[in-house]
């Protein structure tokens, strides 16, 4: 897999943070950002799918059973 640099800026109190942190874990900072990352990422994905499906109609619960029940699925 390729790589390319990333380059930011952070407070310094955070960057002893993650460096005492990585070290006490036996991590790579590298590491850790690219899945702290992928964590951020997939948890604004989450949160729009979340989004979505509260935007769908519903129905009532009486129906669904008598739907389940009408097709023999309890």
């Known amino acids: 897999m390729s790589k390319?640099?990333?380059a930011?800026?952070?407070h310094p109190k955070v960057k002893k943070a993650l460096e005492e942190a990585c070290e006490s874990r036996g991590?790579?900072?590298?590491?850790?950002?690219q899945e702290?990352?992928?964590d951020k990422l997939e948890?604004?994905?989450?949160?729009?799918?979340l989004r979505k499906l509260r935007a769908e109609?519903?129905?009532p619960l009486s129906e669904i059973v008598k739907?389940?029940?009408r097709?023999?699925?309890i």
Do not use: N, S, Y
Request: no cysteine; charged share 35%; hydrophobic share 45%.
């Open 4 to 6: 390319v640099q990333l």
């Open 8 to 10: 930011t800026q952070v």
């Open 27 to 33: 991590l790579k900072i590298g590491h850790f950002i």
């Open 36 to 38: 702290a990352i992928l």
């Open 43 to 49: 948890e604004i994905e989450d949160i729009a799918d």
């Open 57 to 59: 109609p519903t129905r």
């Open 67 to 69: 739907e389940l029940e």
């Open 71 to 73: 097709d023999e699925k």
